[in-house]
């Protein structure tokens, strides 16, 4: 199983991004997929996840209102749509699964692919 995080890049303060979740040889429907972030020297940060199903969200204080998590089941793919960037967004983005019931805890993912960087500079 592998997961591939895409879609990041340089982008101004207020621009958007939005950044995708696949995955190889795995069929994302199975898991909740969380989103998580870490910027340098600091500890990795749980941004939010979805449900199995896409129905049930949640997002962490430090980015609720901005950004949206979404899945398309269909494509095998997860989103992270990224909207009023902050300088304090730029960070090395992450998706994993997991298949806890509370999985908007941000605890036991698994499957860490690599990810991809967001840098918010202008």
């Known amino acids: 199983v592998q997961l591939q995080a895409s879609g990041g890049g340089l982008v101004q303060p207020g621009g958007s991004l939005r950044l995708s979740c696949a995955a190889s040889?795995?069929?994302?429907?199975?898991?909740?997929i969380g989103w998580f972030r870490q910027a340098p020297g600091k500890e990795r940060e749980f941004v939010g996840a979805?449900?199995?199903?896409?129905?049930?969200?949640y997002s962490s204080d430090s980015v609720k209102g901005r950004f949206t998590i979404s899945r398309s089941n269909a494509k095998n793919t997860v989103y992270l749509q990224m909207n009023v960037l902050k300088p304090e967004d730029t960070a090395v983005y992450y998706c994993?699964?997991?298949?806890?019931?509370?999985?908007?805890?941000?605890?036991?993912?698994?499957?860490w692919g690599q990810g991809t960087q967001v840098t918010v500079s202008s």
């Open positions: 979805v449900s199995r199903s896409g129905v049930s969200t």
């Open positions: 994993a699964t997991t298949v806890r019931t509370d999985w908007n805890r941000g605890m036991a993912y698994s499957n």
């Open positions: 040889g795995f069929r994302l429907e199975n898991s909740a």
